[in-house]
């Protein structure tokens, strides 16, 4: 049963949240054979909705080091610059029966693509999904 500090969030906070932030979003869920190509799970629907997508540059650590040297001793170097994206959903877009979201699913942001790479809530009234950013070309065949 939801708290009136639940009820609250829903009814003030997100929208303007989302009025503010959000774009329109489009999640395809798939599916997965254990070596296989997803393809589109006919079980769940497409969810269409909004999102906060959150972009935070990332200077990644590589160990690179001379390793024949000694085992033990190998350098962290930021070599490669990239983002990590986080995008932020109301959670009443994602939990009704059908419309699960799960690790594999493919999110659409308006021309950009992504795959989800985990899902856990954020707070009470929102969901916090990690997304890896995918080429478009990578697509081609399975949607």
Not at 30 to 54: F, H, Q, T, W, Y
């Amino acid at each position: 049963m939801p708290s009136r500090f639940h009820d609250l969030l829903t009814e003030y906070l997100d929208p303007f949240v989302d009025q503010l932030y959000a774009e329109p979003i489009r999640i395809l869920p798939m599916k997965r054979s254990p070596n296989g190509r997803p393809v589109v799970d006919p079980d769940r629907e497409i969810v269409e909705a909004v999102g906060v997508l959150d972009e935070v540059p990332e200077l990644t650590g590589i160990a690179h080091g001379n390793r024949s040297v000694s085992h033990r001793v190998n350098d962290l170097r930021s070599q490669i610059a990239g983002a990590k994206f986080q995008l932020t959903v109301q959670s009443h877009y994602v939990a009704a029966p059908g419309k699960s979201v799960r690790q594999g699913d493919h999110v659409e942001v308006g021309p950009r693509r992504f795959d989800i790479v985990s899902v856990q809530a954020s707070d009470v009234t929102r969901v916090n999904l990690a997304l890896v950013e995918v080429p478009t070309t990578a697509w081609e065949g399975s949607t």
